[in-house]
């Protein structure tokens, strides 16, 4: 059997010390359990082809810079692909 002691004691004090002892302890099982991260979606990062003509550049823009090896084409099926990563590296930053 438990013995317990009374005392007078504030509400306030009571119910602050309940919830630090709980967000103590919910902070302690996070950590202790890290939620699975899911690694991304490799193909969430390929754009088709049919997107960039016309945004970014004209067909034959793009023909010439896959030639000079600017930026990467992938091809699946006869649908043409870039990864919109390469797209962003390929940007130039002008000077103002």
């Known amino acids: ?3 317990f002691v009374l005392s007078p004691i ?3 004090k009571l119910s602050k010390d309940i919830a630090d002892q709980v967000t103590a302890n919910i902070l302690l099982a996070v950590q202790k359990n890290p939620q699975p991260t899911t690694a991304p979606d490799p193909l969430d990062d390929l754009v088709p082809k049919s997107e960039v003509r016309g945004k ?3 067909s034959s823009t793009l023909w010439k810079y896959e ?3 600017k930026i990467q084409v992938y091809a699946i099926g ?3 692909f870039y990864k ?3 797209l ?3 940007l130039i930053k002008l000077k103002k």
Do not use: V, Y
């Open 1 to 3: 059997m438990h013995n």
């Open 10 to 12: 504030d509400p306030k």
């Open 56 to 58: 970014l550049a004209s």
């Open 67 to 69: 030639k000079d090896g």
């Open 78 to 80: 006869g649908k043409r």
């Open 84 to 86: 919109r990563s390469e």
């Open 88 to 90: 962003m590296q390929a």
